[in-house]
């Protein structure tokens, strides 16, 4: 019988577990201080989104709907900032969806009120990620 700690049947190994911020650099990316908020579906979708989209082009103009930014600030060893991007973000019937902007859109455009903030680092590279939330 598989009691789920760490074997599978038949004494093979488990697969390595999917690094959910792996999209921001690589699998050594780690939550750094964790804190659980309520916009974690936004937060979730967005790493999700990135894994698979971090070459999205910029954008300049954003359609209607969408009602949030992602604001991803890159720090080297929790100093100097290697940059900041932004991207829209907005709720569809199957989950979110997002557009990579420029980085300062979201400020131009009224989205001040920052709700959350998430932080990840990776010790592989001396990186440091901040993700906020911000809403109009």
Same mark, same amino acid.
């Given at each position: 019988?598989?009691?789920?700690?760490?074997?599978?049947?038949?004494?093979?190994?488990?697969?390595?577990?999917?690094?959910?911020?792996?999209?921001?650099?690589?699998?050594?990316?780690?939550?750094?201080?964790?804190?659980?908020?309520?916009?974690?579906?936004?937060?979730?979708?967005?790493l999700q989104w990135l894994a698979h989209n971090a070459?999205?082009?910029?954008?300049?103009?954003?359609?209607?709907?969408?009602?949030?930014?992602?604001?991803?600030?890159?720090?080297i060893n929790f100093g100097r900032s290697c940059g900041t991007m932004e991207y829209m973000g907005m709720?569809?019937? #199957? %989950? @979110? *969806?997002?557009?990579?902007?420029?980085?300062? $859109?979201?400020?131009? #455009? %009224? @989205? *001040?009120?920052?709700?959350?903030?998430?932080? $990840?680092?990776?010790?592989?590279?001396?990186?440091?990620?901040?993700?906020?939330?911000?809403?109009?």
């Open positions: 019988m598989y009691s789920g700690h760490g074997q599978h049947p038949f004494g093979a190994p488990a697969p390595p577990a999917v690094n959910p911020a792996a999209g921001l650099c690589c699998g050594s990316v780690q939550p750094h201080v964790p804190v659980q908020t309520h916009w974690e579906p936004q937060f979730a979708s967005f070459a999205a082009p910029t954008i300049a103009t954003v359609p209607q709907g969408y009602d949030f930014v992602v604001r991803l600030t890159t720090t709720q569809t019937p #199957h %989950g @979110y *969806t997002f557009l990579h902007v420029g980085p300062e $859109y979201g400020r131009t #455009h %009224g @989205y *001040t009120d920052r709700c959350a903030f998430k932080n $990840y680092k990776c010790m592989a590279h001396s990186l440091y990620f901040q993700l906020d939330l911000h809403k109009r």
